[in-house]
């Protein structure tokens, strides 16, 4: 059995029921491509800092990005989730200093300063 649970355009749920090993699993689903569209505009915009000079954009990375980075890193999902906002922000930073994920990135010039992050849900 296969039953969409929720869906916004870019992100579904799925849930799968098997009988005959009596197992469930619920699958997220996560199409990147309106955010790394938009990272690409952004990255040409300016130079990724705000009009104060006071906060500098330096990255979006799409849900699905980020699980396939703990793959790529041995990370379980479950101890990246009890890890501090500091073990996540060099997480983060891993990620958009990655050339394989320079697309993540938002502007070109270089998150060598101290970084904090705001992670939309």
Known sequence: MRRLLDSDGTVATIFYYDESTDKAIIE???DPTAVLEN?????TMNDGFSPSR???RIASIPPGIIYQ???KYG?????????????RASFYKR?????DYSHVRTS???GQNKAT???KR
Do not use: G
């Not at 990272?39 to 990255?43: D, V």
């Not at 990370?75 to 073990?87: L, S």
């Open 69 to 71: 980075c703990l793959a």
């Open 75 to 87: 990370v379980e999902p479950k101890t990246w989730m009890q890890w501090n906002k500091h073990e």
């Open 28 to 30: 997220t689903w996560n």
């Open 39 to 43: 990272n690409a505009r952004l990255r």
């Open 54 to 56: 006071e906060l500098k």
């Open 108 to 110: 070109e010039t270089s």
């Open 95 to 99: 990620i958009y200093n990655d050339p």
């Open 117 to 119: 992050f705001a992670v």
